[in-house]
């Protein structure tokens, strides 16, 4: 099982970035995928997940301004943001559980500065 994650980069305060998450060995429409998120000197934060029934959770500090979906013929998680905020800088991941192992995409780096 592998994830790979990508779409991050440099956007102004109140811009949009989506990310993708890529998975080889594993349908992800039968798993939960979570993204979570880590600031430097800051614990990992669970931001969004999405269940293979597709329901989908959010923390409270980004309802509203991210979207989490999938698309199954591409196997890949998206993780939409809108009206960034620079608290959102942070190196973004995918993980997944399978088969009683965890599984973690490497991180791509979102910075939100003007």
């Known amino acids: 099982v592998q994830l790979q994650a990508s779409g991050g980069g440099l956007v102004q305060p109140g811009g949009s970035l989506r990310l993708s998450c890529k998975g080889s060995g594993i349908v992800f429409r039968l798993n939960t995928v979570r993204w979570h998120r880590q600031a430097p000197g800051n614990q990992r934060e669970l931001v969004a997940d999405i269940t293979g029934g597709g329901n989908t959770n959010y923390a409270d500090s980004v309802k509203g301004r991210f979207t989490v979906s999938r698309d199954s013929a591409k196997n890949t998680i998206y993780l939409q943001m809108s009206s960034l905020k620079p608290e959102d800088t942070a190196s973004y991941f995918c993980?997944?559980?399978?088969?009683?192992?965890?599984?973690w995409g490497q991180g791509t780096q979102v910075t939100v500065s003007s």
């Open positions: 993980n997944t559980d399978f088969r009683g192992r965890n599984f």
